[in-house]
């Protein structure tokens, strides 16, 4: 008996063997196509239960126990029917070449043990494999092996089922949790970096990393297609002296050693460059030292964004602030001389002019503090503190000593800009210029550019928020949800068979269901701390800050059913009306840690189950299966 459970245990260690071997060598086939992937992983086990039955313990010529039933139900459970049916052949071509009085159990026991892995898959359906799915897979897989053995020869059986059924039922069962461990482990380990990859690929701006030889180690396709490269591949392993002038490449090298040596980041390093159609362009770039685990220095992480758009803008502020200020150079300005102690020495009538309510003061041989209780008496300068007035005054006169410059703003409207510049003898100039043009641009200028901002994040068809604005908004309220602990909600919603409708009655009739759609969402969302957008095509998002589960359901209630009161027609659909289907995801207050990825996938799985129960009503999600609150 001892010797049973020696063989089998080190079989054991031949499944762990060859399931790590293929995570391993998973990367090698990650490009190829799914069937192909699933092919590849059917051959790699089904080598697998070949080794499997060459550590084999014989009982008598043909009589074979191993663990080729735990990695053949893997092959199932991981893999689908591509990866059993090419598995399980290759493990019964083995054992058919082997022979003997046990090859019709094993040929019973291949079928059972990768029946049991694509059945208990199937009965998991989208939902993702865990622990306790390869509980009942082991299960259902022991289950079946000790059948299979029920159809040994009678010679052998009894012994069998004395002495080597339960010690190779039990090591089946701890092979599948061993093994299935490992897959699971390198899937999760696999979507991160699948997650990272996407994002390093999909930003918009241009993004690398590099090793701590300068070696391009990874790059985006904006990068890869900004130095002529068609795909980021060519681009690893080279360094800035392959892409660019020596002169600019050994600065950039320079910089990323020193923070290799000192770690810490550099953040918003301009230059101006020639792209290859012969235009200059202006990028910023960041970059901070990366360290491994043992705080070791081992590259360098790198975004480059192109602002040329934003210095042209800015080039063009600049402009008409120097022009501005030209033009102010050129007019008679109101001018004010101090002495060292603060009085008044000399005045023109212009800056008598700039402050007619305390312009009485503003005598020779009045001191400076006499002349700001007169601005605070009268109210003059809106600017003014109403609290704590002793204490500006005193800033105010220590100011007559030092340069500086400062903005004003008067009863009448206007501004003044104040210009104090110290002479060598200790007096003061006061140059009073009235800007109240320039203060009214800047104005206009900022409102300009929040309007420009507000179009950016807003969908132009419905008016709604877009995708990338609902991106931003649901990181910060998330992050903002957590420190307060409050609850958070999201909805997901979906035009039931919209594209039946825009084959039916044409794109600008599926353009104005929209607008009717995100009109009656924005009759259901009324609080300033909701925020509904478009998630992209018939797809629609609201985040309900500050909202549990069940004021969730009502606001999505409200909006399915006013959508359905405009008995928008809908020839292409089983409703024969514009219906919605709304998934909702809630973070509730003793919710610790948030994810936006994750309340995006749980809002989208409540949506998938809604469309799938007949669309037109709401779900909820809930964590052990998917909930449901039709509505």
Same mark, same amino acid.
């Given at each position: ?5 020696h ?7 031949i499944?762990a ?18 069937a ?14 070949i080794?499997s039955?060459?550590?084999s ?83 259902a897989?022991?289950? /079946?092996?000790? =059948?299979?053995? @029920? ?5 052998? %059986?009894?012994?069998? !089922?004395?002495? +080597? $059924? #339960? ?73 800035d ?38 235009? /200059?362009?202006? =990028?910023?770039? @960041? ?5 491994? %685990?043992?705080?070791? !220095?081992?590259? +360098? $992480? #790198? ?35 101090f ?67 400062e ?14 510049r @110290? ?25 300009a ?22 991106d ?15 609850a ?67 606001v ?6 006013q ?7 809908h ?17 509730a ?15 989208d ?27």
């Open positions: 008996m001892n010797t049973v459970w063989d089998l245990i080190a079989n054991l260690a499944v063997l060859v399931i790590t071997g293929w995570t391993q060598s998973r990367p090698w086939v990650g490009g190829q196509v799914h192909v992937r699933r092919a590849y992983f059917g051959l790699f086990m089904g080598a697998g239960a080794a039955m060459l550590m313990i014989e009982l008598q010529p043909g009589v074979l126990f191993d663990l080729r039933l735990s990695i053949l139900s893997l092959a199932g459970f991981f893999g689908g029917p591509v990866t059993a049916l090419v598995s399980g052949v290759i493990a019964l071509a083995y054992r058919a070449s082997i022979g003997g009085m046990g090859f019709g159990s094993a040929l019973i026991g291949v079928f059972v043990a990768t029946g049991a892995g694509i059945g208990v898959r199937a009965a998991l359906g989208t939902r993702r494999p865990v622990f306790k799915h390869l509980l009942v897979l082991g299960v897989a022991v289950a /079946g092996y000790l =059948f299979a053995l @029920s159809w040994l020869p009678a010679a052998v %059986r009894a012994t069998v !089922m004395a002495q +080597i $059924a #339960g010690p190779s039922a039990a090591v089946n069962f701890v092979s599948i949790l061993v093994g299935g461990l490992i897959i699971l482990q390198n899937m999760h380990s696999e979507l991160e970096r699948e997650l990272l990859r996407a994002a390093l690929d999909q930003a918009p701006d241009y993004a690398y990393v590099k090793n701590a030889r300068s070696e391009f180690a990874a790059v985006n396709e904006a990068t890869a297609h900004l130095n002529g490269y068609a795909r980021p591949a060519e681009m690893i392993g080279k360094t002296f392959d892409l660019t002038s020596a002169e600019r490449a050994a600065k950039l090298f320079a910089v990323e050693q020193e923070l290799l040596a000192k770690g810490g980041a550099v953040r918003g390093i301009e230059e101006h460059l020639i792209d290859r159609d012969g235009e /200059g362009r202006w =990028f910023s770039t @960041s970059k901070v030292a990366l360290r491994d %685990r043992d705080g070791d !220095m081992i590259g +360098i $992480a #790198g975004v480059t964004r192109d602002v040329t758009e934003e210095k042209r803008m800015h080039k063009a502020l600049e402009d008409s602030r120097n022009q501005l200020s030209f033009a102010l150079a050129e007019m008679a300005d109101g001018l004010a001389m002495d060292k102690d603060g009085y008044l020495v000399f005045s023109n009538q212009q800056y008598l002019d700039c402050f007619p309510l305390t312009a009485h003061t503003r005598l020779p041989g009045v001191h400076i503090r006499e002349m700001l209780a007169s601005v605070l008496e009268t109210g003059e300068q809106i600017t003014a503190p109403t609290l704590d007035s002793q204490a500006w005054v005193d800033k105010i006169e220590a100011s007559l000593h030092n340069e500086s410059d903005e004003v703003a008067l009863q009448d409207g206007r501004w003044l800009q104040l210009r104090t @110290s002479t060598r003898d200790g007096a003061s100039l006061v140059v009073v210029s009235d800007i109240t043009n320039a203060k009214r641009s800047e104005l206009a200028l900022r409102g550019t929040e309007q420009l901002e507000k179009l950016a994040n807003t969908d132009g068809l419905t008016g709604l928020l877009n995708r990338r604005a609902f931003s908004l649901l990181e910060d309220e998330l992050k903002r949800s957590t420190r307060s602990k409050g958070i909600s999201l909805l997901m919603i979906d035009v039931d068979r919209f594209k039946a409708y825009n084959d039916l009655y044409g794109h600008p009739a599926g353009d104005e269901c929209l607008r009717l759609v995100s009109w009656c969402l924005q009759q259901s969302v009324r609080r300033p701390t909701d925020h509904a957008a478009r998630y992209g095509g018939e797809e629609f998002v609201v985040i309900l800050a500050d909202t549990d589960e069940d004021g969730a359901y009502l999505a209630e409200n909006f399915r059913k959508l359905r009161d405009l008995r928008l027609p020839g292409g659909s089983e409703k024969s009306i514009v219906t919605a289907s709304v998934g909702v995801a809630t973070y207050t003793d919710d610790p840690r948030r994810s936006t990825h994750e309340l995006i996938t749980m809002a799985e409540a949506l998938y189950s809604a469309k799938t129960a007949g669309r037109d009503r709401v779900f909820g999600w809930r964590s052990s299966a998917i909930g449901t609150r039709a509505g």
